[in-house]
């Protein structure tokens, strides 16, 4: 029973990742693209959680700590550049 819901995850992850590339290949704006920027990033950051769970290494959740902080700082910086004009 567990399987199936873990393997429903996985599938529902994936296909949200997909969903927001196209987003962030096919959107008009540059404020469109850094958002989907970041869901990608929520996304893989959850995606990383789930496979430590099927793994059962604890280990991949400081991974997916790291990888949260290091997308958000890149979105930071995206938002910094746009404000400013640069």
Do not use: C, H, Q
């Not at 989907?36 to 604890?58: N, Q, Y």
């Amino acid at each position: 029973m567990i399987e199936n819901i873990i393997l429903a995850s996985l599938i529902i992850t994936i296909l949200s990742i997909a969903i927001s590339f196209i987003r962030f290949l096919k959107g008009p704006t540059l404020l469109n693209r850094v958002v989907a920027f970041d869901t990608i990033g929520i996304i893989v950051v959850s995606l990383i959680i789930v496979i430590a769970m099927v793994l059962k290494r604890f280990i991949y959740v400081d991974v997916a700590l790291v990888y949260g902080l290091l997308s958000f700082l890149g979105v930071l910086v995206i938002a910094r550049t746009v404000e400013r004009g640069l």
